[in-house]
C-alpha cells in the first residue's frame, strides 16, 4: 500500500524567503512522486515529478524537490518566495503505470507574508 | 487543444437525491479517473474508467458509480447523496499506455449536498 503524509498543515514565510514544503511517502514499489498546486476555486497543476533517473528535480514557477530513498522523501523548495505562490500544495505518490492511482497527501497551505 | 473539461461547475442538492457529473478527457486521453475532494483535504481516488469499464475502484460505496463513453467521455454518478458528499469532484485523463505522469486534471465540479 502507499500512502503520503506532509509535516505541517499550514506554513508561512515571508517574501523573499526560503519556502521549505515536506513530504515523506510509502511504497511497496518504486514509486512515481509529484508535487501537485491548488489555487483557490481550481483544479491541481502539476508543479514537477519524479519518475526514474536524476533525483533533484526541477518544476515550474522556480520549485524543485529531491527525491531521497533512504529517508523516503520528496521536499518541495523554492529559494524566494512570491506572493503568488500562496496556494494549497499537495505531495502524491502512485506506480509506474497509468494503472496505478494516485495517493494524495492531505495538503500543506502555503501563507507569504509580504 | 482543449485539456480536460468538467460539467457543471457547481451543483446544489439535497439529501437523497441524485447527481451526475461530465467530464471530457483531453485529446488523445483513453483514461478517466475520479477523485473526491472533501473541503480541507487531499483528492481521494474513486475509480477509474478504461475502454468503457471500471479498471480499479478506491474506497468508496456502491452509491457512487461511473461510465466511459465511447468517445471516452465519462460520467460519476453518486445515488442517495448525503450531506458527506459534498466536496470538489476531480476528474483526471491519461492515456494508458503512456505513464501515470500524464495525468491531467480538470478544474473540478463543486457539490454541494443540503
Known amino acids: 500500500a502507499q500512502s503520503v503524509t506532509q509535516l505541517g498543515s499550514h506554513v508561512s514565510v515571508s517574501e523573499g524567503a526560503l519556502v521549505l514544503l515536506r513530504c515523506n511517502y510509502s511504497?511497496?514499489?518504486?514509486?512515481?512522486l509529484f508535487w501537485y498546486v491548488q489555487y483557490p476555486n481550481q483544479g491541481l497543476q502539476l508543479l514537477l515529478k519524479y519518475t526514474t533517473g536524476a533525483t533533484l528535480v526541477k518544476g515550474i514557477n522556480g520549485f524543485e524537490a529531491e527525491f531521497k530513498k533512504s529517508e523516503t522523501s520528496f521536499h518541495l523548495t523554492k529559494p524566494s518566495a512570491h506572493m503568488s505562490d500562496a496556494a494549497e500544495y499537495f505531495c502524491a505518490v502512485s506506480g509506474e503505470t497509468s494503472y496505478d492511482k494516485v495517493i494524495f497527501g492531505p495538503g500543506t497551505s502555503l501563507s507569504v507574508i509580504p | 487543444d482543449a485539456g480536460v473539461t468538467q460539467s457543471p461547475t457547481h451543483l446544489i442538492k439535497t439529501r437523497g437525491q441524485q447527481v451526475t457529473l461530465r467530464c471530457s478527457p483531453k485529446?488523445?486521453?483513453?483514461?478517466v479517473s475520479w477523485y473526491q475532494q472533501a473541503l480541507g483535504q487531499g483528492p481521494q481516488f474513486i475509480f477509474q474508467y478504461y475502454e468503457e469499464e471500471e479498471r480499479q475502484r478506491g474506497n468508496f460505496p456502491d452509491r457512487f458509480s461511473g461510465h466511459q463513453f465511447p468517445n471516452y467521455s465519462s460520467e460519476l454518478n453518486v445515488n442517495a447523496l448525503l450531506l458527506g458528499d459534498s466536496a470538489l469532484y476531480l476528474c483526471a485523463s491519461s492515456f494508458t499506455l503512456g505513464s501515470t505522469d500524464t495525468q491531467y486534471f480538470g478544474p473540478g465540479t463543486r457539490l454541494t449536498v443540503l
Open positions: 511504497s511497496s514499489v518504486p514509486p512515481y
Open positions: 485529446s488523445g486521453h483513453d483514461t
